[in-house]
RNA sequence: AGGACCAUAGCUCAGUUGGUUAGAGCGCCACGUUGACAUCGUGGAGGUCGGCGGUUCAAAUCCGCCUGGUCCUACCA
């Protein structure tokens, strides 16, 4: 091996020859387990939410598989309608110079096919990378041929249900975009607005209560005053009762339109008159329906005001007894060039009474950025109530699991009201909608066009067309589930792995996506998408800002496994900006943060520092330091298994049967090999990555290497030592790393086979040319080898061991130079233990003398430790400066005094012994007595020095 | 406005059912190339567990209030 461990070398070999080898297909035998990848973006990278994502799923198949599973975790990618429309529309615009309306819809989306053959491999290769060891067999993508039937006869049979229809309604309109999108796609952004006050003069010479000829209606949006369709005013109202069923001149238009009775309409706020505008705005929608109001729609698809109103009622059916007519000068304006010229001239008409700066929340189009508008449309929707009470139920009878459980009151809250989803989106990119028109617009849902004539008896002859709208994405990620395992068909993969055990996923996308999958899965399949949902936050930079483009603060995966140059890494990050005006400070930042590039780390130690940060319920600041100390991690690892292959390769290690004799540390170490195991699987099974990783290193490094690995060194390299304990050493030197290996691969695959290669053989559990760790079992706990003897033993050797470094460091004796050192006080156990363990105490407290001292009364001037009831002595002649050890016992002592302290008066506290269990009362007084016998010892050993 | 989550060492975080001398990694200080490892070893410094109050014999842990932060939902005519 290396001297040092150098992942690149390794980590592409080993990805390849485990694919080439099959061993990410399920196995076909034991009890299934399967998890489905929540599929990225075709055309995307992979970004650290989803390197985070992909670790997770990763370590819970490999422990899985091991476990002897039939695991299979399904891969695969999403179109992704609008984002991957968009990429390539801009593409096309630079490239070509062509918008998708010039080169027409059939070519458009030829150019994205092209472009998802193109750049489609990218994020697979980096799902490779990352170790992720999916079933690459079987991967699917949300728009292959097996989902656009799953998708056909999901919608088919919603609409035959008439879980799904299509109307006129008002929706979420992005005019840059064209589009439809839903709630979720809205992002609310805090902005700072005007707020005015119009007069809307009273018809027919009425007046108010207060004797005024006007209302007063506020709003943040004037050239929405053209679709006014009523005003509206408290039925509690005592100001404007009399009102109630008369109208108002609607200024700039002139349409008469009636004062109405709406508990929308707040009191307390402003005059308490509320300007309806049933097309343009959500609650106003809903007071229309309430007072059956004209719906009056005065713009265009880009929100640029009409020549004319369009006038509709409830039903979306036209309406021709309203005067339609708008002023000429706004049309053509857009809305907000017409909220200036509406401003100004109810200003100039002595209509505008105040204006105010208020702080409104705008939605944007988290696509587009253009701010959205309520528009009035034809769309589909899924009719939810029925598709959620299951799916409510589904979680509250547990047959689905949020982990953590808090997220299902978040499922919960949201599910309870729930709107109709729009399903239809204006887009070119996606499945299209399976529906088809006559001439006269009468609508045909179907899974082609023949079974559409077919099923309605039309005519081969009668023209029809198919809608031009297509799904929202989520309706096809939303079959995932089962979809990728061949729905509608009753496949043998359907029937194994669904409902799948777990999905992993970011708490962002709980509405988005596992809602729906919940409700679409259980209508259609009867069952469960998934038994627990395994919920983690966002990865966020090590300030804890969201790593984001704009912001300059993105980390590549890859960039953190590979190393990259500095001037590469701000190329990177300042290349293609939205805002180039940022460029310089990124730059700058990036320099500051990283003066030397990003080192390479490997795979596994990211991994690892992914897992070790994976605490639930709570987002990640990504920490570079935690990534460079697994780096060293693996390094550890990488130089201890040298250590064991040096001692082990070519010797006898026991493997043939011959007389073996375990050390008290052979027997500790596999004593706490078993507790380890134990704990590590206790941790993956509850899903606590950041326990199992660190349970791991804990015993690695602060057990196996620190202590076990030295033990062995006086075994092996003593000549007096028996052949059998030699053996025996050696055998556990390598089985318990070889059980080390396996408890690390799921986590850190790479490095784990790497060695696993060389130590499996002297183990004994290698199967020969071609064996991979990867298809070894799990390591299980054998509670019969936890020897509690062992460990007392081992913990008072490591207890004499750290006294004498401590003498050496407190009194600046070199830690290389030979001492003597006497024990003492003690009872006959330490003296037993002292004598089974000399050649260890010996090496490794570097001691070229240790002999018991049976009258205390004879012990010469020394520094003093305890450990337990005896004493560690090292005499001080000539070694120790008196002031140096004065001090430090001084210091001592001042310690015992303050546990002391405490301890006495919580006994001393009559409550406490009489409430508190005698158990913990009797800790107390144990405890008192060890401290006050430490205490008058040193003090003890602090006069005797002091008088000299 | 309602809700959720968070606040523990300089930094990033653990702390299971209340009883621990409150832990880890990184960073810091001192010493050290002993035959796996300087991507290392040994030892050490560093915390009134955000604040106030309550329950209890006992609170980092349970309850209430407050402050600060993150996020979600809703509303803002």
Redesign the pocket.
């Known amino acids: 091996m290396d001297?040092?461990?150098?992942p690149e070398q390794i980590e592409n070999r080993w990805y390849q020859r485990w694919e080439e080898d099959g061993h990410f297909a399920p196995s076909g035998e034991g009890e299934p387990y399967s998890i489905m990848i929540p599929p990225p973006n075709v055309t995307g990278s992979l970004h650290m939410g989803h390197a985070f994502q992909d670790t997770i799923m990763d370590t819970l198949t490999r422990w899985r598989r091991m476990q002897g599973r039939n695991t299979l975790w399904q891969v695969g990618t999403d179109h992704a309608g609008i984002a991957t429309q968009m990429l390539v529309e801009r593409k096309v615009a630079a490239e070509e110079g062509k918008s998708r309306h010039d080169l027409g819809r059939e070519a458009f989306t030829d150019k994205i096919w092209e472009w998802k053959h193109e750049s489609g491999g990218h994020i697979t290769r980096q799902l490779r990378r990352m170790g992720a060891s999916v079933d690459w067999s079987r991967e699917r993508f949300t728009m292959d041929d097996g989902f656009y039937k799953a998708v056909q006869e999901v919608f088919v049979q919603l609409f035959d249900k008439g879980l799904i229809y299509r109307g006129k309604r008002l929706v979420n309109w992005d005019p840059t975009l064209h589009t439809a999108i839903s709630?979720?796609e809205?992002?609310?952004r805090?902005q700072q607005?005007q707020?005015?006050?119009?007069r809307y003069p009273l018809a027919d010479g009425v007046t108010t209560e207060a004797g005024l000829d006007h209302l007063v209606?506020?709003?943040?949006?004037p050239e929405t005053l053209l679709g006014d369709s009523a005003v509206?005013v408290?039925p509690e109202d005592p100001r404007y009762a009399s009102l109630i069923g008369k109208f108002v001149d609607l200024p700039l238009v002139g349409r008469r339109i009636p004062i109405v009775a709406d508990e929308?309409?707040?009191?307390?706020?402003?005059?308490?008159?509320?300007?309806?505008?049933p097309a343009h705005?959500?609650?106003?929608y809903e007071v229309g329906k309430r007072c059956e109001l004209p719906l009056i729609n005065v713009f265009s698809r880009d929100a640029v005001i009409l020549e004319r109103a369009e006038t509709f009622d409830l039903q979306g059916r036209p309406l021709s007894d309203i005067d339609t007519s708008l002023p000429s000068a706004y049309a053509g304006l857009s809305r907000f060039e017409a909220r200036e010229r509406i401003v100004a001239d109810m200003e100039a008409a002595g209509l505008l009474e105040r204006t105010e700066t208020?702080?409104?929340?705008?939605?944007f189009g988290d696509r587009s950025g253009d701010v959205i508008e309520p528009y009035l449309t034809d769309q589909w929707f899924v009719a939810v109530e029925n598709l959620a009470k299951p799916a409510i139920a589904a979680v509250e009878n547990g047959d689905i699991e949020f982990v953590?459980k808090?997220?299902e009151?978040?499922y919960f809250?949201?599910m309870r009201?729930l709107?109709d989803w729009c399903i239809s989106r204006q887009l070119w990119w996606g499945h299209r909608i399976p529906a088809w028109y006559d001439a006269d617009g009468n609508v045909y849902v179907a899974r082609t066009e023949a079974e559409a004539r077919d099923k309605h008896g039309l005519p081969a002859d009668m023209p029809l067309t198919q809608d031009e709208d297509v799904l929202d994405t989520w309706f096809s990620s939303g079959l995932w589930t089962f979809g990728t395992l061949g729905w509608p068909e009753k496949t043998e993969a359907l029937e194994t792995f669904h409902p799948t055990s777990v999905l992993v996923t970011g708490?962002?996308i709980i509405?988005f996506w596992v809602a729906r999958m919940i409700m679409l899965t259980l209508e259609f399949t009867g069952e469960v998408p998934f038994k627990q949902v395994y919920v983690h936050?966002?990865v966020?930079d090590?300030?804890?800002n969201?790593m984001s483009k704009s912001k300059g603060n993105v980390l590549d995966p890859i960039d953190l496994i590979d190393g990259i140059g500095l001037e590469s890494l701000v190329e990177k990050r300042t290349g293609n900006m939205m805002q180039p005006q940022k460029a310089k400070a990124i730059a700058k930042a990036t320099r500051q943060e990283f003066p030397e590039g990003i080192e390479s780390h490997g795979t596994d130690a990211l991994r690892f520092t992914f897992l070790?940060?994976a605490?639930?319920?709570?987002?990640?600041?990504?920490?570079?330091?935690?990534l460079?100390?697994?780096?060293?991690?693996?390094?550890?690892?990488?130089?201890?298994?040298?250590?064991?292959l040096?001692?082990a390769e070519g010797q006898d290690c026991g493997a043939d049967g011959s007389e073996v004799e375990l050390s008290l540390a052979d027997r500790w170490i596999i004593s706490r090999l078993q507790q380890t195991e134990a704990q590590v699987t206790r941790a993956m099974e509850e899903y606590?990555f950041?326990?199992a990783s660190?349970a791991l290193?804990?015993f690695i490094?602060?057990e196996?290497?620190?202590?076990y690995?030295?033990l062995s060194?006086p075994v092996?390299?003593d000549d007096d030592a028996t052949p059998a304990s030699q053996r025996g050493t050696r055998r556990t030197l390598v089985r318990v790393l070889e059980a080390i290996l396996r408890l690390a691969h799921p986590m850190m695959p790479y490095i784990s086979e790497e060695i696993w290669q060389r130590v499996a053989p002297l183990a004994g559990t290698y199967r020969g040319e071609g064996d991979s760790l990867m298809v070894h079992a799990w390591p299980e706990a054998d509670e019969a080898r936890v020897d509690e003897a062992a460990t007392r033993n081992i913990e008072w050797l490591k207890g004499v061991?750290?006294a004498i470094?401590?003498i050496?460091?407190?009194l600046?004796i070199?830690?290389?130079k030979p001492l003597a050192a006497l024990l003492t006080k003690g009872d006959a156990s330490d003296r037993e233990r002292l004598e089974a363990n000399r050649p260890f105490l010996a090496?490794l407290a570097?001691l070229e003398r240790l002999d018991w001292l049976d009258d205390p009364a004879e012990a010469p001037l020394a520094a003093t430790q305890l450990v337990g009831d005896m004493e560690v002595l090292v005499p001080m002649a000539g070694l120790i400066d008196k002031e140096a050890e004065l001090a430090r016992l001084a210091?001592e002592i001042d310690?015992q005094d303050k546990?002391i302290g405490?301890?006495e008066k919580?006994l001393g506290?009559?409550?406490?012994?009489?409430?508190?269990?005698e158990a913990?009362?009797q800790?107390?007084r144990d405890?008192l007595d060890?401290?006050s016998a430490n205490r008058r010892l040193l003090v003890e050993q602090h006069d005797k020095i002091a008088a000299l």
């Open positions: 001297k040092t461990y150098q709630d979720l809205v992002e609310n805090d607005g707020f005015w006050h119009f209606v506020a709003t943040t949006r509206a408290n929308h309409a707040d009191m307390e706020k402003g005059s308490g008159c509320v300007k309806i505008t705005d959500f609650n106003d208020v702080n409104n929340t705008l939605p953590p808090n997220y009151n978040m809250s949201w009201d709107q708490f962002d509405f936050g966002l966020r090590g300030q804890g969201k070790s940060q605490t639930t319920g709570r987002d990640i600041k990504f920490d570079m330091g935690r460079d100390g697994y780096r060293n991690f693996c390094n550890k690892l990488w130089n201890a298994s040298r250590y064991v040096m001692n606590r950041d326990h660190q290193y804990e490094w602060n196996y290497c620190d202590w690995l030295e060194k092996l390299w061991i750290v470094r401590n050496r460091a407190e600046n070199a830690p290389g090496k570097k210091k310690k546990l405490g301890i919580k506290n009559e409550s406490f012994v009489a409430k508190a269990p913990v009362v800790k107390e405890k060890d401290l």
